[in-house]
């Protein structure tokens, strides 16, 4: 869908389809087949035009990162990455933070270079990723094959995972970092329940999907000082008296990872799904 224009001044011409313009007293890029073709700075882009893109990046860093950004990516494979932005967007009904013009679109650029030099980077988070933010991985899915379709080379499984991490952080304020540095504190969690029970949790298994979205929210509320009210604290102690003292290990790792404290009601609904991984181990 074309969008039509008001006047706007010409400050930077990127390639033949990409112009950064001064509009209403605001920097703007523009984006239309052959809009900047022969423009110079100060040249004039007429009222009424259309372009097919409009962007307005308010913070200074990402503008200036997005121009980087242009510079460096091949015009035509710039547009592929716009197209799955906008296809993202439509499918979440959603705004999406402005930094994913600049970190997917980067993201990809590199990733499609190193899969064609057959260098691969491991994810080793692909499991949590795909139970914790399912509807993220489904879209990266999407956008694989798109890329696939489109450039005919084959996105590994552990590369969804980083897209759908991307498109995660573009629904959450750009907060990548938060989602990775959680997704660590999940998986040493997982890791210090199989070493203190001395099992392999099973990652294909629904108690294991229950305890991610379980952890997800704990979390959550931990970060944000949310209480839960747990009625059967003391039943829980007494009759899972190994998960609970694992939970309270769990709980430490929160504790050291959140800087905040563990009240005995999550400590206790921990301990719940602690139990069933004890369960599984001991019908298996």
Do not use: W
């Amino acid at each position: 869908m074309s969008i039509t224009m008001d006047s706007a001044v010409v400050i930077k011409s990127y390639n033949n389809n990409i112009v950064s313009v001064e509009m209403n007293g605001q920097e703007r890029i523009l984006f239309a087949k052959g809009i900047g073709f022969g423009k110079k700075t100060g040249d004039k882009i007429e009222k009424g035009t259309e372009v097919e893109k409009v962007f307005l990046i308010e913070n200074e860093d990402n503008l200036r990162n997005f121009k980087q950004v242009i510079e460096n990516v091949d015009e035509e494979f710039f547009e592929l990455c716009e197209r799955m932005i906008s296809f993202i967007a439509d499918e979440l009904q959603e705004k999406l933070d402005e930094r994913i013009h600049v970190a997917l679109v980067d993201h990809l650029n590199f990733a499609v270079k190193r899969i064609a030099d057959s260098e691969e980077i491991e994810n080793p988070f692909l499991i949590e990723i795909k139970a914790l933010y399912s509807t993220e991985y489904s879209l990266a899915e999407r956008v694989a094959k798109k890329l696939q379709d489109e450039i005919n080379i084959n996105i590994p499984l552990g590369e969804i995972g980083f897209i759908a991490l991307h498109i995660h952080s573009a629904r959450n304020s750009g907060v990548i970092s938060n989602s990775i540095k959680n997704t660590y504190m999940i998986n040493s969690i997982i890791e210090y329940i199989e070493e203190k029970m001395s099992i392999k949790i099973d990652k294909t298994s629904l108690d294991y999907a229950r305890f991610l979205t379980h952890l997800k929210f704990a979390i959550k509320r931990i970060s944000t000082n949310i209480s839960i009210k747990n009625d059967f604290i003391k039943e829980i102690k007494s009759k899972y008296k190994i998960s609970y003292k694992i939970a309270k290990g769990v709980s430490k790792i929160l504790v050291e990872k959140l800087e905040k404290d563990v009240v005995d009601d999550e400590i206790a609904y921990l301990a719940m799904h602690i139990e069933r991984f004890r369960r599984a181990t001991l019908e298996s």
